[in-house]
């Protein structure tokens, strides 16, 4: 599969370098939101979109600074931009569905220090991908996003059910669970060939 292909861009940000198990970017949610499956799902939807309207938003401010030779203004104009998606799915969320909202507490806003979707603004300005390269990149870390959180979560309600030694528990259990993902997920790094 070629590197510059649109498959091979989705499922490199998806599976190969999931951003949350092989890059270790957005960390933070995946140990706070992932104690069912609802909700982490739910937080996994909500940081998907942030991240699509993110990449969009950054591909087109990146041709406008390119344009006007006003490249150190990138990363500034990136930060606005995600807080400015993470409001508006603030917004929508608390309209909606607020039971959804009450259960994402603090972790909605702290969608905006995700450092994940300022990841992919980052890389995909970083790798010069077209719109559409950008666009298929930040569904496929949107989406390996969704993978990394609602897997956590499934492992955790599980765990619920099972004898786990008291020094096991609670936040030690988390972190050893995010790694073993973790070193699962980066035995995906030889797939689809070197990019080298």
Not at 14 to 28: E, K, P, R, S, T
Not at 86 to 97: N, R
Request: with cysteine; hydrophobic share 60%; aromatic share 12%.
């Amino acid at each position: 599969m070629h590197a510059d292909s649109l498959t091979y861009i989705f499922l490199n940000a998806a599976i190969i370098n999931n951003f949350v198990l092989a890059l270790f970017l957005g960390i933070c949610p995946l140990l706070g939101v992932s104690g069912k499956i609802s909700t982490a799902f739910s937080m996994g939807l909500a940081t998907a979109f942030v991240m699509l309207i993110s990449s969009v938003s950054a591909w087109l401010i990146n041709e406008f600074l390119l344009y006007f030779n006003l490249e150190f203004l990138r990363l500034i104009a990136y930060i606005a931009v995600i807080a400015s998606a993470v409001q508006l799915v603030e917004m929508t969320i608390k309209k909606f569905s607020p039971p959804l909202y009450r259960a994402l507490g603090i972790f909605l806003p702290l969608i905006t220090t995700n450092c994940a979707i300022l990841g992919v603004a980052l890389f995909q300005t970083n790798y010069e991908y077209s719109f559409s390269q950008s666009l298929v990149y930040s569904l496929g870390a949107g989406a390996g996003f969704i993978i990394a959180i609602v897997l956590m979560a499934g492992l955790r309600e599980k765990l619920e059910l099972a004898d786990v030694p008291a020094i096991a528990r609670g936040a030690a259990m988390s972190l050893m669970l995010a790694g073993i993902l973790s070193l699962a997920f980066m035995g995906f790094a030889g797939l689809g060939g070197s990019t080298a």
